[in-house]
């Protein structure tokens, strides 16, 4: 590994996590977590509303959102995937609809939003990446509703279903980030 000025580079990426960046974390955790709940309702208004491409564009970014935020807060490698994980969990404990399913989708939609800022090097933490990450997480999703929830349609269907979560992505990741930095103020 190449050193630089400060440390290896791997240190660099990976430094560790201060008690703020925990507590950060925990009120991401709590925020999307209720939100992700409250979204069980924004996808059902969505359904009735236009079908399941309208609830995708309303409600799956909603659904991505802890990813993004976590990251826009903390900035440190693993920050989105904790995100969303966290989130996941907080929703799973207040229960919703999806159950333990949660778990599932929050620990791999934090590992697709993960890889929106790992492919930026861990340097650029700024709203296109957040949109990236919330767009990264679309076909995840659409992916585990065919799995578990056996959201299967024809190939076409399906590939309109994951464009609209992936709109949907970009969407509030963006958003998610510019409601972070404007906390941070």
Known sequence: MAATGTGTRAALYFRRY?????????????????????TWNVYEFGKAIGGPVIARIVSYGLWFIGAPLGAALVRKPGAAFLG??????????????GGWTNLVYGALQGLAS?????????????????????AFAG??????????FAEIAPPPVITIWAIAATISGAIYGAAAHLAATTIKR
Do not use: C, N
């Open 18 to 38: 201060t008690a703020i960046d925990l507590a950060m974390l925990g009120v991401v955790a709590a925020v999307s977590g209720v939100v992700f709940a409250l």
């Open 84 to 97: 969303e994980t966290l989130g996941a969990f907080v929703e799973t404990i207040i229960p919703t609809l």
């Open 139 to 148: 076909p995840v999703a659409v992916a585990l509703d065919a799995v578990l």
């Open 114 to 134: 993960e890889a929106a800022y790992a492919l930026f090097h861990y340097r650029k933490w700024g709203t296109p990446q957040a949109a990236l990450a919330g």
